[in-house]
Nanobody, 116 residues
Framework: QVQLVESGGGLVQPGGSLRLSCAASGFTFSRYAMSWYRRPPGKERELVAA????????NYADSVKGRFTISRDNAKNTVSLQMNTLKPEDTAVYYC?????????WGQGTQVTVSS
């Protein structure tokens, strides 16, 4: 079965950095686009970044452009999100996502808190 397991969240001061990782299994990882979403406190889940199956195309929410970088390693079945210059408004639960055979799959989420 499809499994997505996120790691790397935590508490960081404004201006700091974190790197999130998502380990995927249960499907042919290299054939599918992957995304990162987040759910800020009291808000709806929103798309943060997406990457094509080969990693050649990436897209970002306007709020994170220039600060976040999505990447993938198809040999290791992992997708990562490097987050720099973090702001308090980046505080959220971050989720890894894949649409596999017209079904949506989410990881359990990892908490990122940006606070001094």
């Amino acid at each position: 079965q499809v499994q997505l397991v996120e790691s790397g969240g935590g508490l960081v001061q404004p201006g700091g950095s974190l790197r999130l990782s998502c380990a995927a299994s249960g499907f042919t990882f290299s054939r599918y686009a992957m995304s990162w979403y987040r759910r800020p406190p009291g808000k709806e889940r929103e798309l943060v970044a997406a990457i094509s199956s080969a990693g050649s195309t990436t897209n970002y929410a306007d709020s994170v452009k220039g600060r976040f970088t999505i990447s993938r390693d198809n040999a290791k079945n992992t997708v990562s999100l490097q987050m720099n210059t973090l702001k308090p408004e980046d505080t959220a639960v971050y989720y890894c996502y894949v649409n596999f055979q017209i079904r949506s799959y989410w990881g359990q989420g990892t908490q990122v808190t940006v606070s001094s």
